[in-house]
């Protein structure tokens, strides 16, 4: 069983900037991916950026060129940097490492607003 823990959420104003963290009790040499999603009351989860133990990343374009995933795999850690934030960016975000199936963290809220 592969625990996940978020950290780094709040709240912030439009064009500020945040940063995401999730360890990770498992391996991420040993994941087909690691990733960031996103959700709102009443809409699907989304997907706002994975990346691959080779280091390939893939990000939705509404967060393209503003975050930036990363990982650390001496501490098993996936990072979110998130810049010029905007208050549709306003969810509770989640990580994922997907393994043979997918393993998610609690969640954690992050609030862009003036």
């Known amino acids: 069983q592969v625990q996940l823990v978020e950290s780094g959420g709040g709240s912030v104003q439009p064009g500020g900037s945040l940063r995401l963290s999730c360890a990770t009790s498992?391996?991420?040499?040993?994941?087909?991916?690691m990733g960031w999603y996103r959700q709102v009351p009443g809409k699907p989860r989304e997907l706002v950026a994975v990346?691959?133990?080779?280091?390939?990343?893939r990000y939705s374009d509404s967060v393209k060129g503003r975050f930036t995933i990363s990982q650390n795999k001496a501490r098993n850690a996936v990072y979110l940097q998130m810049d010029r934030l905007k208050p549709e960016d306003t969810a509770v975000y989640y990580c994922?490492?997907?393994?043979?199936?997918?393993?998610w963290g609690q969640g954690t809220q992050v609030t862009v607003s003036s």
């Open positions: 498992g391996r991420i040499l040993s994941f087909r991916s």
């Open positions: 994922n490492a997907r393994i043979q199936g997918d393993f």
């Open positions: 990346i691959a133990p080779n280091g390939i990343t």
